[in-house]
């Protein structure tokens, strides 16, 4: 039996493949290469290319493989993209998890792990998060996540179906070894383009606001390192294999880093002089987000390998030092 990635070509998604492979699970991964790369697909899965809107092609996908588990990164995932076209995130992150869904229904499979987002929470009340805090997102890409979230519960209260979903915080760093890393084609995350100037393909970075209710002004987010989330997935699946209940579970480090000291950390790890301006703020940043890892670690016995900030960075510019034209270097 194997596990299905939809999304197993995009960044997350590619680092949980090989996570999988590395434990022996047989994989098969769906993409449109919308914004994956071919070249991030483990050699030992199976790539089927194509939409997870296309039922045709997804139940072919389902009756010629044998699928164990879903693990659902298929979606679109920029904030600043949502507020600008709303309807395609509603297309392809609710209709595409529709189509899913209904698909492991019809061919028996009932089990998911999903990729989820801590923009389901908005502008929070206080850090950390927990589980139970309010849910007010305040841009598309969190209402269509929160929305795939309510789509499971109430599959999952019809049919036999169990997930876990999995609200990331600000996943970062780059598989060991180099084989693979981050690479968003007009790049918008802030480590990989503080990177981006500290090897020479950009020429500086903007911040974006100084005026935060944060202690150096600028906003405070809690960044996980891509293979621990990679092994949290891993985990998620083994608790519902072992016949777990439903869950939502934050994945952070549970320690929040402003924008500069995100900056000042990648000026120490490179030893390069990175050169940053202020610009205005972009719409829909929540001033701090950081998470509550406490359900991870109590239900999952999630805890993270590589905590620290320094360690991330470093491991993320060992990628874009070699990488400096992502997969097409
Ligand atoms: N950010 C920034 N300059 C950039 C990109 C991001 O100041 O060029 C800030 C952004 O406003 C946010 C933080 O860095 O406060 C993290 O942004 P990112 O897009 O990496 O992740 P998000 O928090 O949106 O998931």
Known sequence: ?????????????????????????????????????????????????????????????????????????????????????????????????????????????????????????????????????????????????????????????????????LRYFNACGALEGGAIGEDHRNETHLIPIVLQVA???????TIFGNDYNTPDGTCVRDYIHVMDLA?????????????????????GNGVGFSVKEVVDTCRSVTGKDIRAVTGPRRPGDPDQLVASSLRAQEVLGFSAGMPRLDDIVASAWEWHRSHPRGFDS
Not at 15 to 33: C, F, K, R, S, W
Not at 199 to 205: A, F, I, Q, S
Not at 231 to 251: F, P, S, T, Y
């Open 199 to 205: 090897n020479g393909t950009r020429p500086e970075v």
């Open 1 to 165: 039996m194997a596990i299905l990635v939809p999304g197993g070509a995009g960044y997350i998604g590619s680092h949980t493949v090989y996570a999988l492979i590395d434990q022996g699970e047989d994989v098969v991964v769906v993409d449109n290469m919308q914004t994956g790369h071919r070249a991030a697909v483990h050699p030992g899965a199976r790539l089927w290319e194509g939409d997870i809107r296309h039922e045709a092609f997804l139940d072919e996908l389902f009756v010629k493989e044998k699928i164990d588990a879903v693990i659902h990164f298929a979606a679109n995932s920029l904030v600043g993209e949502s507020v600008q076209k709303p309807l395609d995130y509603y297309d392809n992150n609710l209709y595409g998890t529709m189509v899913l869904l209904r698909c492991m229904a019809k061919h028996d499979v009932d089990k998911i792990v999903f990729s989820s987002t801590a923009a389901t929470y908005g502008n929070p009340d206080s850090v950390p998060i927990l589980e139970s805090a309010p849910t007010r997102p305040a841009n598309p890409y969190g209402e269509t996540k929160l929305a795939m979230e309510a789509m499971m519960k109430w599959v999952s209260a019809a049919s036999r179906l169990r997930y876990v979903s």
């Open 231 to 251: 092994q949290a997935h891993l985990l998620a699946l083994k608790h519902l294999r072992n016949g777990g209940k439903n869950e939502i579970i934050n994945l």
